[in-house]
């Protein structure tokens, strides 16, 4: 009888959920980086440090930290490509550039974000935003200081910010 009961009390909120729920149930509605887009915001971020004389290596990531895209200059040390890409998935993870991160870190060794996988306290990466939306990050690793990768990583979202709205 008890047991009856439980199925009962348990079935009654089951159906008062799902009868909340259904009616505000709908798709969800976002934009994502396009194949292209991350194409031209990688290039634009090699190209303008090339012309600097650094060679660098450059992620795309998408809404999730996905990678779209990664490319590594020919001249680019090999571990600056795994480099941009833990810039750009802490500046996707954070919302924030990577640079930022990384002064809020300073002087806790502790942090627990530290310790999270892929994710490393450099300037290097910005967050891609539409509005408030964080639909993705760039990040570039290479250049003498991370302040010279943000400024490539800016020139290459820079050149696509007119269709981030």
Do not use: W
């Not at 942090?111 to 509005?131: C, D, E, M």
């Not at 010279?148 to 269709?163: F, H, I, N, T, Y």
């Amino acid at each position: 009888m008890l047991h009856t009961t439980y199925r009962i009390a348990a079935l009654a909120l089951v159906s008062a959920l799902a009868g909340g729920i259904s009616a505000n149930a709908q798709l969800l509605t976002h934009k994502d980086l396009s194949l292209g887009m991350a194409v031209t915001m990688a290039t634009t971020a090699i190209e303008t440090c090339k012309s600097q004389g650094y060679a660098v290596s450059v992620h795309v990531l998408g809404r999730n930290g996905e990678v779209i895209l990664a490319v590594r200059n020919d001249a680019a040390n090999p571990t600056t490509l795994e480099n941009s890409m833990k810039k750009a998935y802490t500046a996707r993870t954070f919302r924030r550039p990577s640079g930022e991160f990384a002064k809020q870190q300073q002087g806790n060794p502790t942090a627990g974000a530290l310790f999270l996988s892929n994710v490393t306290p450099a300037q290097g990466a910005l967050p891609i935003k539409v509005g408030e939306d964080t639909i993705g990050a760039i990040g570039v690793s290479g250049a003498p200081g991370g302040d010279k990768d943000e400024a490539c990583a800016k020139a290459g979202l820079d050149k696509v910010s007119a269709e981030l709205k």
